[in-house]
Structures are given as structure tokens and as C-alpha cells.
């Protein structure tokens, strides 16, 4: 990938995808924050017909805290006990480990059910901080666990949780047997595991988007040898072909209530900014310019766009009200930024800043203007926010390989994120949360 490949994306001209793989995603921490917090998870309880549980839910909750970079998991060989209620546990021996909180819990089987039992407990005060009962097939056990982390986040750090939630992403691998290349788009778990397929073509498909309740996603695809904007159900894979337009159909971007879509269309000879009421296909068209308008993203309160313009001779971030108006330049600091997106609270705007040749992703604070630098790779793009605004997940390129990557907004976490086989991935999304059933 090289400048021309961010200049292509701009200007939505076809290009070629790298990377894919069936495998899932091996997610690497390459920095976490220093001094994170102890914590010890006991592997769970486990009573059924079977000898071995049917997930090890400890350790999927483990492996998220760590992979948060606040927390430093305790190592099962260290414990000095495995408590599985709370009237085993002897705050003594977490004392003398100096783990401050302490999650213990136990699985069991009652027909095609499972029982989940969890509790959080404060080891220096003796206190049990948080606790909660869950019943769910086999198949939901890791989104019980992916739920319990996110618990267990927001007891400890005051802040919600983003393990329960999805991705999405874009893959591609060239096969060599038959010198063909296949574009996947992709859906995860927020650890990737649970990978499942959308759709795949051997032309390329982009910009995904996902709609506000998780169901649907958004995205563009060259499967006709042109860019045409399609609506697909996450979970009955039913689609809906929503913009083919002669010329230009791309970035489609849903709005908060999932009722519009923000879109770039060139139907009228030049890249402008349309927002389509997706029930009845009637398009608002937003700028009016020379220049090229695309890639929008709307604020969380549904008010305004953001988008990339080379209106000033360079792409820069803008923002226009969604009734219409004068686009603001909101962006000042480097030769390129491009690819915006607000935050949940909309208080920033992560892009992707490009220069001296380095793209990297960055983070607008709004009210002051500040623009924080957050990476130091050279070739980075499509940055998304998790829906709690805590980590940042974009592309970036590795050892030769396309690769996703993760930061908190501050830049102390740091995470890469890998296609289990060979491969490359683009383009990824961070979902939104996902519903939370718990007693």
C-alpha cells in the first residue's frame, strides 16, 4: 500500500484489497499501560456429564482484561487456591499475592442449558463487589464470558466494557492454483474468534458499515465491475442493492436512529455528499462543489457529517450540518487527513493523518483543536471507535502483511491484530453494543 492507494480511496477509484483468510484473528498487545492493575480469575467450577467444560470461561475472560492493557491477570500456577464460591474464598492467600480483586465462578449443565455463576470480590476489604447468574446454550457460552468481562471492566474502572461487542472486516488472499483473488467481508467476535463469512466475490468489496442495532451492515461492492451500495442481514445473509447509480457509489454510513444513509455519489458528474432515507430510497443531496466530497460519518446526536473534501486543494476533515449548510474545515495540522470518525460522545474525530509520506491515525479533540498523533507506523487507515471510546481499531501493515491494529485514545494499549493463515485485512469496523441479559 502506498500514498496512492489512500489518494484511490478518495477519488473511488477501483483498487485492489489485500489479504484473507477463514481462519479467525490472533490479537498480539505490543504495549500496555505501566503499573495495570493485579487481578486474579480462578478457572470456574465445572459440574456435567462431560470431564471437561465446554469453555474454559476464566481464561476468556482473562485474556480480555489483559487484552485491555489496565489489567495483569495473575497466572493460574501462582494461586494459592481455587475458590468456586465465596465462602471458600480466604482473602489472605489474595493478600499475600497482592491481587486486589479477586473473580471466581462456576459452569454447570441442566439439559441443553448452562448455568453461569460469577462473582467480583475486593480483596482488601473482604467484599464482594459485583455478582450475577446467566443461562445459555452452548453456543452463547463465550458471549457470556465476552458480557462478565464487560461487568467486571465497568465494577473496576467506572467505565463500560467493549468486550461483548463485534467487528468487521475485509479480507483478501490471491490464490495461486488458479491465479484468482477473493474479497471476503467478515464478522467477529471483539477477540476474533466466532469468525463468520457475509459475503465473498472476487471483485472488491469496501467500506463496510454497521447499522445501529448490529443487525445489518452496509457496504460496497464491485461484484457488477462497478461500486454499488448493498444492505446485508448479519444473520440472514437476506441483502438489498440500496445505490447503483452511474458513476460513483460509495461510503455509505448509517445514521444513529438507522433510519439514513449517508453516502458520495457522483450521479451529477462530481463526488458529492447524499443522504438516503433507506425506506424510501429519496436522496437529500448535502454539498456543492468542485472539489471531492466523500467518506462521511455522522455525530452521535445526528446533527452533523463529517467528511473528507479536497475542496482546499489537499483532503482535509469538514463538517456540515445534515440539513444543509457551509461546511466548516475542521482540520489544519498535516498535508492529509481523511477517513473521519466521531467518537460515542462526540467529543473527537479519529482520522488518518498523513505526513512526510507516514500515515497515521490521529484524534481531533473538538472543543480545543487539538490533534494527537496516536501511532507510529507509516501506512495506517480506517480508524473506527469501540463504542465505549475506549480503543481505536484500524489497518496497518506488518511484516508484508495487511494487518489490523488497536490503540486506546491515549496510545498507551497498543494491540496487532492477525489473519490466523496467510492473508491480508482491510477496512475493519468496531460494531455496537450488543444486548445484556443478566440477573
Known sequence: MKLSVHLIRLLFVCFA????????????????????????VVPFGWQGPSMNAPQDIAQIISDNLQRSGLFAPLSRSDMLSRPQTGEQVNYRDWRLLGTPSLVIGRLSAAGDQ???????????????????SF????????????????????????????????????????????????????????????????????????????????RKLAYVSFEQRRPMIYV???????RERVSAFKGINGAPAWSPDGTRLAMSLSKDGNSELYIMHVASGKLQRLTHHRGIDTEPSWSPDGRNLVFTSDRGGRPQIY???????????????????????????GKRIVMVNGENGNFRIAVLELETGIMQILT???????????????MIIYATEYLNRGVLAAVSVDGRVQQRIALDEDGDAREPVWGPFLTVNKR
Open 114 to 132: 448452562f448455568k453461569i455463576q460469577f462473582q467480583l470480590f475486593d480483596v482488601n476489604r473482604g467484599a464482594q463487589l459485583v455478582g450475577y
Open 232 to 238: 446485508q442481514d448479519v444473520f440472514t445473509a437476506q
Open 319 to 345: 463538517k456540515i450540518p445534515v440539513h444543509g449548510g457551509k461546511p466548516k474545515r475542521l482540520t489544519f495540522e498535516g498535508r492529509y487527513n481523511a477517513k473521519p470518525s466521531y467518537s460515542p460522545d
Open 17 to 40: 484489497l489485500t489479504g484473507v483468510a477463514r481462519a479467525g484473528l490472533t490479537i498480539d498487545i505490543t504495549q500496555g499501560v505501566d503499573g495495570a492493575s493485579p487481578i486474579a
Open 376 to 390: 507510529k507506523s507509516r501506512l495506517d487507515e480506517s480508524p473506527s471507535f469501540a463504542p465505549n471510546g475506549s
Open 135 to 214: 443461562t445459555a446454550p452452548e453456543k452463547d457460552l463465550r458471549r457470556i464470558a465476552h458480557q462478565i468481562s464487560d461487568i467486571i471492566y465497568e465494577t473496576l474502572t467506572g467505565e463500560k466494557g467493549a468486550f461483548n461487542t463485534r467487528l468487521t472486516y475485509i479480507t483478501s488472499k490471491h490464490w495461486q492454483s488458479n491465479n484468482t483473488r477473493w474479497y471476503t467481508l467478515f464478522v467477529s467476535d471483539s477477540d476474533g474468534h466466532d469468525q463468520r463469512m457475509v459475503i465473498r466475490s472476487k471483485e472488491p468489496i469496501m467500506s463496510p458499515a454497521w447499522s445501529p442495532d448490529g
